[in-house]
């Protein structure tokens, strides 16, 4: 079955740069998105179409994508931005989406 | 505002059913999909499949083919999520999710989620 593959985890000191990866075969033809879960929440967006920001979301959010790999940059990440971070986009039949493993973001 | 508003947290034996339910209002609702995606404890979100609300066309991955149901009743703009056989492994909570609006398809609005657990 078609897969996202992400980095278990990725840690940062505030201010700093973090990012994350995420990787699919289907990347290049198929939109990346990213979602933001904080402990005890439900997902948020913070990412569509592999670069576009919703409203709302922090200007220090932003999303790239090249070739098999997508990735979500957060510059200067703060302590709020601490949570589960999630790829998002179409699987190999087209027909279902999938979601990456997720990456625990620690900014500390 | 949009919401979505599930049924509460359940508790099921392994081979019984649970039927979920999510209760949309503040848009149209057959004009937009519901994602169905389930989190197991401490684990990731999955992508169960999804349901067209103005016609009940519904799909959902192979993993959950000939146990999983996604119906809607128009009625009342409530979406429900059936699954059959439960096993100790489909504890999660399960969400619905409103579709983007727009040419791309992602889950926008959540639910609260509803938690399902199965022991014996």
């Known amino acids: 079955s078609y897969e996202l593959t992400q980095p278990p985890s990725v840690s940062v000191s505030p201010g700093q740069t973090a990012r994350i990866t995420c990787s699919g075969d289907?990347?290049?033809?198929?939109?990346a998105y990213w979602y933001q879960q904080k402990s005890g929440q439900v997902p948020v967006v913070v990412i569509y179409?592999?670069?576009n920001r919703p409203s709302g979301i922090p200007e220090r959010f932003s999303g790239s994508s090249s070739g098999t790999m997508a990735t979500l940059t957060i510059r200067g990440a703060q302590v709020e931005d601490e949570g589960d971070y999630y790829c998002?986009?179409?699987?190999?039949?087209?027909?279902?989406?999938?979601f990456g493993g997720g990456t625990k973001l620690t900014v500390l | 505002q949009i919401q979505l508003v599930q049924s509460g947290a359940e508790v099921k034996n392994p081979g019984a059913s649970v039927k979920v339910s999510c209760k949309a209002s503040?848009?149209?609702?057959?004009?937009?999909?519901m994602h169905w995606v389930r989190q197991a404890p401490g684990q990731g979100l999955e992508w169960m499949g999804w349901?067209?609300?103005?016609?009940?066309?519904?799909d959902y991955i192979q993993k959950f083919q000939g146990r999983v149901t996604m119906t809607r009743d128009t009625s009342t703009s409530t979406v429900y999520m059936r699954l059959s056989r439960l096993r100790s492994d489909d504890t999660a909570v399960y969400y619905c999710?409103?579709?983007?609006?727009?040419?791309?398809?992602?889950?926008?609005?959540w639910g609260q989620g509803t938690l399902v657990s199965v022991s014996s």
């Open positions: 999710a409103r579709d983007h609006v727009g040419a791309s398809t992602f889950p926008d609005k």
């Open positions: 349901i067209n609300p103005n016609n009940g066309d519904s």
């Open positions: 503040g848009y149209t609702f057959t004009g937009y999909y």
């Open positions: 289907g990347l290049p033809k198929n939109y």
């Open positions: 179409e592999d670069t």
């Open positions: 998002y986009s179409i699987d190999s039949s087209g027909d279902h989406r999938v």
